[in-house]
């Protein structure tokens, strides 16, 4: 009985914080940021603000929550289903499909969060997301290892994915503050993590040994 009340809580839970992420989006969408409290955002998906502040910090948060929520599993999941190939090659393969590909319905979402200063620094923190899921996924790859080898790895995948966003949404000077995106993600994201390649290719290695 105590499980079911638990996994009857988390689907609740789950349920709200997917209501609040929509409703931002769609709100900021309709009215543009300027225009959305936060007041707004739980009022529409029926929440008070104080559960409103349990789920999301701030507007923008959940706004980009609505277009990138749940990718860290993903990429966690697209890593496990590569087992054939090489960590490196899984990791940076199941990074680009992930972060790569919003979907058309996002589309729209996306352009917002590239346009305004505050959402783009909040996409580009979500890299740091990944971190825990990849740093489990790695040590089950990896075996029996030591405790610190997959969270470092992880944390540095992180950190690389940060930087690549980075670089994809800075604006350029020539265009008065007019987000021109910097080339292609995919390539941003390969460059960002090709230092990182060896690193995890030895301790698959050391692992295999």
Known sequence: MTTRRTGLREQKKQ???EALREAALRLALERGLENVRVDDIAEAAGVSP???NNYFSSREQAIVAA??????????AAVAARPDVGLAE??????????????????DALLL???????????VETAGA????????????????????????AASVAAAIRVALHAWVQPSAATSGLVVL????????RAALSPLAPAL??????AQQ
Do not use: K, M, N
């Open 15 to 17: 349920a709200t914080r």
């Open 50 to 52: 104080r559960t409103y």
């Open 67 to 76: 277009v990138t929520a749940e990718r860290e599993a993903r990429v966690a």
């Open 90 to 107: 899984a990791v940076v393969e199941a990074i680009v499909e992930q972060y790569t590909d919003p979907g058309e319905s996002h589309r």
């Open 113 to 123: 969060i590239t346009a305004r200063p505050a959402l783009r620094e909040a996409f």
């Open 130 to 153: 990944v971190e825990h899921p990849l740093a489990d996924v790695i040590a089950r790859r990896l075996g029996d290892t030591d405790a610190h080898t997959p969270r470092v790895l």
């Open 182 to 189: 910097s080339g292609s993600l995919p390539d941003l994201l």
């Open 201 to 206: 290719d030895a301790a698959e290695q050391r």
